[in-house]
């Protein structure tokens, strides 16, 4: 199907994961199911090592590259999970790392991927600019580009997340998935349409980062602006492989507010005693807004990151 990847490629990617990613929990949860009147599961890839699911698609990326193309170092772009998770798959396999991401991304993310061993640049202003200042590295340095939410291997790894959903819960009948450029809605469409096509697909974002609904709305890729976001992890524009991916894997999409995603931060903490970046807390922002209409049972919400810089948590949690 176009935009998806084999099955077959998903299973390999979770041979070369084992002992490499951790298998993160699905944990129910009481309230959210009495609060939705259906029964919900968190999958806690803020857990992850790297604390979100990135390392998966980044490490299997890395694992599939060439001797010569390791010899030429990678270059990556990232809103700061996937430089994260490419710095560490880079530092596992010994490749020289270039990462870019934009001026606005958290100090916890810009720090972890530093500390991991990748130079990091962070002289553009937003992540699109971040992303052209990446390909023009690549082709400049003649280093591989590993791009954040394309590429089969990429994609593969990514939806080892639907793989665990499925053995963990395989009466599984929706899942709610935080969608950016696509890649975690690709991988998890590309488990889901080949092995439970009946599971319901239904994608979250933020209002301000908003270019898969609005480009599926339109029929074609829509440019959206930069406004700060707490979901920056999902900021930035989609591309034509990113549509497809859309149009392939999404039953539905909606869009929460920015106040809704702060309440679902400070309540993820308060409530589930979870540390969840504005990304990763979109699913459960929606539910709690009840935008999904007749949502079927059982339901599993990604919760794909949890790199949120402490003062910004504190701030939120006071807030509410």
């Not at 029964?39 to 980044?58: M, P, Y």
């Not at 589930?272 to 209409?293: C, M, Q």
Request: glycine fraction near 12%; hydrophobic fraction near 50%; proline fraction near 3%.
């Amino acid at each position: 199907m176009t935009g998806l990847v084999a099955l077959d490629s998903v299973r390999e990617a979770a041979t070369r994961l084992r002992g490499v990613a951790r298998r993160t929990p699905l944990r129910r949860s009481a309230e959210l199911s009495r609060i939705a009147g259906v029964d919900v599961h968190l999958k806690l890839e803020n857990e992850q090592l790297t604390g979100s699911f990135k390392l998966r698609g980044a490490f299997n990326t890395l694992a599939s590259l060439t001797d010569e193309e390791r010899a030429r170092g990678i270059v990556a772009s990232s809103a700061g999970n996937h430089g994260l998770g490419v710095a560490w798959a880079a530092r596992h396999f010994g490749i020289r790392a270039t990462i870019f991401v934009p001026a606005t991304a958290p100090a916890v993310k810009r720090e972890g991927i530093a500390a991991l061993g990748a130079r990091v640049d962070q002289s553009r202003a937003d992540y699109d600019a971040a992303h052209a200042a990446a390909l023009d590295f690549a082709t400049r340095e003649g280093a591989r580009f590993v791009n954040p939410c394309a590429g089969d291997a990429l994609l593969a790894g990514q939806g080892t997340v639907a793989l665990e959903i499925l053995e963990d819960l395989p009466d599984v009948e929706a899942v709610i998935v935080p969608v950016g450029g696509g890649g975690l809605l690709g991988g998890i469409g590309s488990v889901l349409r080949a092995s439970a096509p009946a599971v319901r697909i239904l994608g979250a974002q933020s209002e301000r980062t908003d270019a898969m609904a609005k480009s599926l709305a339109a029929g074609r890729v829509v440019d959206i602006g930069h406004d700060p976001t707490l979901a920056d992890g999902l900021a930035g524009a989609i591309d034509e492989e990113g549509l497809a991916i859309g149009r392939a894997a999404l039953d539905a999409i909606v869009r929460v507010s920015e106040e809704e995603i702060g309440r679902a931060i400070a309540w993820l903490a308060d409530e589930e005693s979870l540390t969840v970046e504005g990304s990763g807390a979109v699913g459960v922002a929606a539910l709690r807004a009840g935008l999904f209409a007749d949502l079927p049972s059982p339901v599993a919400i990604v919760v794909s990151g949890g790199n949120i810089d402490p003062a910004v948590l504190e701030r939120l949690r006071v807030r509410q």
